[in-house]
T-cell receptor, first 112, second 118 residues
Framework: QKEVEQNSGPLSVPEGAIASLNCTYSDRVSQSFFWYRQYSGKSPELIMS????GDKEDGRFTAQLNKASQYVSLLIRDSQPSDSATYLC????????????FGTGTKLQVIP | DTGVSQNPRHKITKRGQNVTFRCDPISEHNRLYWYRQTLGQGPEFLTY????????KSRLLSDRFSAERPKGSFSTLEIQRTEQGDSAMYLC????????????????FGQGTRLTVV
């Protein structure tokens, strides 16, 4: 089982719709969760972090965390073509010293 | 610029040569990560440091790879006897080590070094 799993996509949504990106993780004691956006040929850019169960909203982005189900998601409202990118889920996990582990990313395509 | 800085941005080398990359983290960040990323994949963990101590090295990493962070500030990643399979983007990130809930533990990335082995 991979430590952090994501559907590779591509996920295609029309402009203005809600994009829903999902991630599951294996380490039950993980406490910190992150979403990064990565444009082709560029390095990952942090867009959201979440530490507690529930929802966290920042502009058009909402991160959702359910530790009991080991599940974290990212919703993008009013999707724009500029949101087209790969979205990486990352989890701070491990025993003792923890490290940030990434999923393989979900490619999002927003169609004008 | 107070972000993470990586040099060089691009490196083309012949198979069998050694290469060294440098990463300068955000100044107050005590944790530094190295990742490798190939096309269509997420960043793959290589190694990380807390201050000058190397805490973990990926077991997938061969002995040709070595990293240092001698004074707990900048770090170098060296690849000896490069192979074509080493061609990838090498990413450095830095963060503050987490001490529990509410501590800012986000990792911020540099622009990466793209290595091409010919």
């Amino acid at each position: 089982q991979k430590e952090v799993e994501q559907n590779s996509g591509p996920l295609s949504v029309p402009e203005g719709a809600i994009a829903s990106l999902n991630c599951t993780y294996s380490d039950r004691v993980s406490q910190s969760f992150f979403w990064y956006r990565q444009y082709s040929g560029k390095s990952p850019e942090l867009i959201m972090s979440i530490y507690s169960n529930g929802d966290k909203e920042d502009g058009r982005f909402t991160a959702q965390l359910n530790k009991a189900s080991q599940y974290v998601s990212l919703l993008i409202r009013d999707s724009q073509p500029s949101d087209s990118a790969t979205y990486l889920c990352a989890v701070l996990q491990g025993e003792g010293y923890q490290k940030v582990t990434f999923g393989t990313g979900t490619k999002l395509q927003v169609i004008p | 610029d107070t972000g993470v800085s990586q040099n060089p941005r691009h490196k083309i080398t012949k198979r069998g040569q050694n290469v060294t990359f440098r990463c300068d983290p955000i100044s107050e960040h005590n944790r530094l990560y190295w990742y490798r990323q190939t096309l269509g994949q997420g960043p793959e963990f290589l190694t990380y440091f807390q201050n000058e101590a190397q805490l973990e090295k990926s077991r997938l990493l061969s002995d040709r790879f070595s990293a240092e962070r001698p004074k707990g500030s900048f770090s170098t990643l060296e690849i000896q006897r490069t192979e074509q399979g080493d061609s990838a983007m090498y990413l450095c990130a830095s963060s503050v080590s987490g001490q529990g809930m509410g501590v800012d533990t986000e990792a911020f990335f540099g622009q990466g070094t793209r290595l091409t082995v010919v």
